[in-house]
């Protein structure tokens, strides 16, 4: 069974500063990786989404990797901002394509 | 609409009370996944439709749970005699093909057990 674990649960940084969210995975078959943001009351929304044949994606700020070799995936957010400020979850899709979460890191950007 | 809804956006049960929870997914969407989320955890999968055929169950904890999409769009989750630990945040995701690609995800109801 694919198992994801997310370091650090909960992070602050202020304003500014450039972080690493580390993902971890069990299991290297999968079909591809997807980094979502969940704000409070609401939905997720998908950051950014790594095939199983890639090896990272960018969108503006955000850079995410994937080394199925070494079962990790890592969020590198730039020049963080506080509307940064959520959790942000790491999903696997299997063969069986529903999605496995990490249980997420809390990102807190102080002004 | 432009996104998938879900319905009510927030349920209080006494324990033993049937709930029913309802999704709209994005028009077109033939995937449809439910997926339960504890406080401070991730989601977890319940649940997969393609169209209206329920193709995975594996995820619901038990048969007290209960999922349909009878004309493979609209869903319902049923919980019946709920418990104190059915108390989660309840998610709705669709997507255009059979997991491909992005999940839709809606905001969530979130269930109280008292």
């Known amino acids: 069974k694919q198992e994801v674990t997310q370091i650090p649960a909960a992070l602050s940084v202020p304003e500014g500063e450039n972080l690493v969210l580390n993902c971890s995975f069990t299991d290297s078959a999968i079909y591809n990786l997807q980094w979502f943001r969940q704000d409070p009351g609401k939905g997720l929304t998908s950051l950014l989404l790594?095939?199983?044949?890639?090896r990272e994606q960018t969108s503006g700020r955000l850079n995410a990797s994937l080394d199925k070799s070494s079962g990790r995936s890592t969020l590198y957010i730039a020049a963080s901002q506080p509307g940064d400020s959520a959790t942000y979850l790491c999903?696997?899709?299997?063969?069986?394509?529903?999605?496995?979460f990490g249980s997420g890191t809390q990102l807190t950007v102080l002004p | 609409g432009a996104g998938v809804s879900q319905s009510p956006r927030y349920k209080v049960a006494k324990r033993g009370q049937d709930v029913a929870l309802r999704c709209d997914p994005i028009?077109?969407?033939?995937?449809l996944f439910w997926y339960q989320q504890a406080l401070g955890q991730g989601p977890e999968f319940l649940t997969y439709f393609q169209n209206e055929a329920q193709l995975d169950k594996s995820g619901l904890p038990s048969d007290r749970f209960f999922a349909e999409r009878p004309e493979g769009s609209v869903s319902t989750l049923k919980i019946q005699r709920t418990q104190q630990e059915d108390s989660a945040v309840y998610l709705c995701a669709s997507s255009w093909v059979r997991g491909e690609g992005t999940q839709y995800f809606g905001p969530g109801t979130r269930l109280t057990v008292l």
């Open positions: 999903t696997l899709s299997g063969s069986a394509r529903q999605l496995t």
């Open positions: 028009s077109g969407h033939v995937s």
């Open positions: 790594i095939q199983s044949s890639q």
